[in-house]
């Protein structure tokens, strides 16, 4: 290049040059160095690398910037247009040529790494980088003279029109490797996977890419298939955990394997088979064809991380609740028995933190990320255990609290799980004492009219998690729950709801069939529930040593469920100000995305999970003082600030001084 | 250490340090990079680290070297003693510990990178260096406080241990490690391929691992079965090529595949089957276990190369001849289907060299080490295709000559396979015409007494491809054959077993039942097949820019049991000094054993391979000329003052002048 050439500025990135005339706006920006996509290697077939001429006078750049100085729209890209659609004023890069000075604005599909962004304002977006490219080559034909392997030429293909080298290529790929060269006429497409290995190849120009996102729960698996090129969901589809037949919950599993020769293999295979089922339905829904979606990845609590690994989880089951592994794992999702997708695909799960702490949670720290966070987080994915994590950029701690499965309705005697027909929401009245509700299926309160009606088909049927957080927290509120957590008998000179149940009391929530009361052991099991959330959280906060938390992050379903504020009420996490929590939703399902758009991503969770404080609440003496102490509401002893601000709470609440759990029962007892 | 410290010298390495007293001998060993194996790493469970106490006066060194220098036979040498036995004066070099200074002799066999002796002289021998290693590891047990996976500790053991550092694991291995773990006690022993993968794991300590190397003929397969630890073949075992039902030859076999969809499936499977089945039995007759079988060496040409690896060989079959890949490929042992190994065994397959070159070659060159002569090496493979290697250490070319299966007895009207009952040695009395033979299977000549009685069993049935060889070369020898391959009809007047048939003459071998006769379409047949070897050879010279040839081996099943004299006498290889002539047996199965018991062969194999020139015979205009004028006895043109020498040519050859076939024919016309 000379000072004469024609200046091309790329924005936005602002990157410049001079090139000669008629050299091609992409090949400016490769030597350059702009973030332009492009899987045909600028053969006008892929259509990523589309850019903008931006016309008008630059003085900034000092240039002045015509349609004129760009060759004019060629037959590829009238080609391309007829086939495909160019938009108005775009043009293949790979196709116009520069004439004279030019800006060139490349808009963000057209970046190799662009930026996927998130339903939630508070989280990063996600730069799409995923681990599977594929490559457009153009191959040598075989020459007598020079005798080489057809996939040697590919490598020298891929080496010299993608900068590609030293890859490995799976034996199952050179099984059908010359076919593919010849179908194609020496065109062919490849993936890679991971810059290392050649994975499948299909005859001429192939531009569609899929991977899974899988979040394996001992309840639900979900499924998301993505679109590699663009990182958008395409379809999500979920399914029941057919090991639930096995146990409901993971250590009646366990016990299941310990206890049945050959459960493990049984264990594994149901939920294998489930997840290769849930491809067919997402793949099915969105229309593509199994052998495009290359790439899985999957999240899962520790457990069900072995179990879908074929390992057998007995380890787990029982102290020092040692992990086969800890590292995330790469492997062909054949080796795991999955068939519904390329048979070469590749399946990558995340690495498990402790024997409690699973692929899981590092999904949703990889979501949330408390490791980038200049405030201190914490992050609770609550479940039948509830993992919580907790640190900022320098230092991140996690543990797991043993929760029980109370919070999911198990235990409770008018419980359920979260289904059409379970009371999800409820308000009590502090003068009357009079409840409302809302079930699931239904967007009316039971005090609106219509709402027997718009009921009728799911009836009322139970209570959920979300629901009973919300009845007790509406129980302390009104008054009808002590601060200790006792039904108070006094409550039921005011109301008929308040009804003894031998020497203790119950609140009646509904009437009917089915008669719908909270019971005072229903109270005790979400007190141990909460306590135990509460008490993990406070040993990490103690380990860190800080005393307040600047922002909370509830993950999980459940947590996506609940109000934050009457999950304060009850003390199930510590005192925040309440603009500062909020739900993640599925952050561990959206953890499995973005490891499965972005490959930086795996190793940056492999060495977030290393440096990772593992702290086990069943060795730490603290943890019992800390769980005793947090059975009061919101807490038998620790001041609630931000909620007392923002809440109206009981007397002795609000002004918990020094009281413990034994000097609440004195007052209630002197009541 | 210090100048007072006592000196240790080992030998034959002759390293030499001073250590404090009370090192034990194989960690001052170890200090000073002297080569002594281990697998328990120094705990006394092995027994591979025997030495010897040199006792006396060693001048040289400056030291007297006493008994006393050492410490006593201890109780886990006095164990070890008694449950394998410790040699006369040997110690476990990891038990013994320093005293005083010392002379310590480490025998080979103590050796890891032992040398491993061929039966042939002139060859080199086999550095034992194994691509699977044994480790013997004591891992740390899991703990609450610290949580981490088992298979992060085993590989920790592995760094600490054994300086082994990111390693990868096979799921398959993560699947059993656990229950290994703990079964052991934490003390395991892994298997570790290329200092790269962990592929298997054994409770407590575990000291043997074998491999096999097997060559895949398109006739017949050869198995080896090697212990990886002394490198020894403990079993070898042979079967047929299945695929014979197939076709005979290989092209009949491609054109099978080509004419029956699922063809290439069918021979895919016959072929491995066929060495499972191999596998199974030469592990029970070695008594091996299968799950001690963790490694995998495979030759063959290029087609039972693709069949072997279920790529289907179409392409081979017609110009270009292209190869699906001529990289060497590792990959299990299961992902081609055996199952007759450990379930984790990694298979290797040697690289092709060219469409009509494979990696049975590429185990010729491993194992005759053309690449390290600085004598002009000509390697020839004969069988259906003739493969032919011709350089030194300066420059190696290799090519394919289509010589057919005239010297496998094909295409002979008398002609068979080697087998008990074929003639494969003749001899004629140059006076009497008279011939005398021997069959397989029999060590008497037919005109001693007792061989009627010897072959009664066998019979004799035909004629192989060494007595074709013979008994043509002694037909020239006395006349009876001409110059040009003609049958002299001037004979008949000399012997009866000259005899006319129609047009042309034949040789009688043998009356009675079955009467075996050399007929003037077999001489053409083995003259057609002989000139196209010889071509071949020709051609590589030409390239090479040499006139002739220092030395000359012959690879191959057939190349072992011809005469070299006799086959130089027809003119099948160039004229050499006959001392240098010689054969190799199964180079190729011996080229997979190479590879098996040395990594470092596949790195210098594949490098070798890359930097071989590949002349491809059916597209070099100057082949068709030196086939031409190598159809004459020894030679239409060319002169063999060796072979002259050594033997009395009929006056014509030796005299060759410019005689061209045609001037040849002239001759004889004149007659």
Redesign the interface.
């Known amino acids: 290049m000379t000072p004469k050439d024609p200046l091309i500025v790329f924005t936005p990135s602002g990157r410049r040059g001079r090139f000669p005339t008629g050299t091609a706006v992409l090949a400016a920006a490769r030597a350059l160095g702009v973030d332009i996509d492009s899987v045909c290697g600028g053969r006008g077939l892929c259509g990523r690398c589309q850019v903008r001429l931006s016309a008008g006078e630059f003085a900034k750049h000092g240039i002045v910037s015509r349609d004129a100085n760009l060759t004019g729209i060629n037959d590829v890209e009238t080609r391309f247009d007829a086939k495909r659609g160019l938009g108005p004023g775009l043009r293949l890069s790979c196709q116009a040529e520069i004439l004279g000075d030019v800006v060139i604005d490349v808009p963000p599909e057209s970046q190799v790494h662009k930026q996927v962004v998130r339903k939630r304002a508070e989280v990063r977006a996600i730069e799409l980088d995923p681990a599977i490219r594929l490559h457009y080559l153009e191959v040598e034909?075989?020459?007598?003279?020079?005798?080489?392997?057809?996939?040697?030429r590919v490598m020298k293909a891929l080496e010299e029109q993608w900068g590609l080298r030293g890859l490995e290529?799976d034996?199952?790929v050179?099984?059908i490797?010359?076919?593919v060269l010849r179908d194609g006429d020496w065109k062919i497409t490849v993936a890679v996977h991971r810059a290392q290995v050649l994975t499948t190849a299909w005859a001429g120009f192939h531009d569609s890419a899929y991977g899974i996102a899988v979040d394996v729960g001992s309840t639900t698996i979900a499924a998301h298939l993505c679109d590699l090129a663009t990182g958008r969901v395409i379809a999500s589809s979920g399914a029941m955990n057919p090991q639930i037949r096995f146990g409901e919950d993971l250590m009646s599993r366990v016990s299941y394997v310990m206890m049945h020769p050959g459960g493990a293999v049984e264990l594994t295979a149901a939920v294998r088979e489930a997840i290769d089922t849930l491809f067919k339905e997402v793949a099915q829904e969105a229309g593509v064809p199994k052998d495009d979606i290359l790439n899985v990845t999957f999240v899962g609590n520790p457990i069900m991380h072995h179990l879908l690994?074929?390992?057998?989880p007995?380890?787990l089951g029982g102290?020092?609740?040692?992990?086969?592994?800890?590292?995330g794992?790469t492997?062909w999702a054949s080796?795991?028995g999955l068939s519904a997708l390329n048979r070469n695909a590749r399946a990558y799960v995340l690495p498990?933190?402790?024997?409690h702490v699973g692929a899981d949670t590092a999904g949703v720290i990889l979501s949330e990320s408390p490791h980038l966070s200049d405030e201190i987080m914490l992050v609770v994915d609550v479940g039948t255990n509830a993992e919580i994590v907790l640190g900022n950029k320098q230092r991140l701690l996690a543990c797991s609290s043993p929760t029980g499965p109370a919070f999911e309705g198990a235990q409770i005697s008018c419980g359920q799980r979260a289904a059409p027909g379970a009371i999800e929401r409820v308000r009590i009245d502090p003068q009357t004492l009079e409840p409302r509700y809302r079930v699931i299926g239904c967007d009316l309160w039971s005090d609106e009219d219509g709402f027997a009606a718009a009921t009728k088909k799911t009836g009322v049927t139970g209570i959920c998690g979300s629901g009973i957080i919300e009845v007790l927290a509406e129980m302390y509120l009104s008054g009808i729950l002590s601060r200790d957590g006792t039904i108070d008998g006094a409550m039921a000179a005011r109301s008929g709801r308040v009804i003894a149940d031998g020497r203790t009391f119950s609140y009646l929530l509904r009437e009917g069939e089915p008669r719908i009361a909270i019971l005072q052991t229903d109270v005790r099991a979400i007190q141990l529930a909460k306590a135990a959330l509460y008490a993990g959280a406070r040993l990490l906060m103690d380990r860190l040593g800080v005393e307040t938390v600047d922002r909370i992050v509830l993950a999980g379903a459940f947590g996506s469920h609940i109000d934050v504020k009457h999950a304060m009420i009850l003390g199930m996490i510590p005192d925040c100000d309440l603009a500062k929590v909020g739900s993640a939703g599925n952050a561990a399902g959206t953890g499995a995305v973005i490891a499965l758009l972005n490959q930086k991503a795996r190793d940056d969770i492999a060495r977030i999970v290393r440096g990772v404080e593992?702290v086990?609440t069943?060795?730490e003496p603290r943890f019992q003082e800390h769980f005793v102490a947090a059975m009061g509401l919101p807490h038998s002893s620790a001041p609630f600030p931000h909620l007392a601000a923002a809440v109206r709470l009981p007397e002795a609440a609000r002004n918990p001084g020094r009281n413990s759990e034994r000097g609440a029962r004195r007052r209630r007892q002197g009541n």
Chains 1, 2 share one sequence.
């Open positions: 034909r075989p020459d007598m003279h020079y005798p080489s392997g057809d996939l040697e290529c034996l199952r050179l099984q490797l010359q076919r690994l074929g390992i057998d007995t380890e102290a020092p609740f040692a992990l086969a592994a800890n590292s794992m492997f080796e795991i498990c933190i402790a024997g593992k086990e069943a060795v």
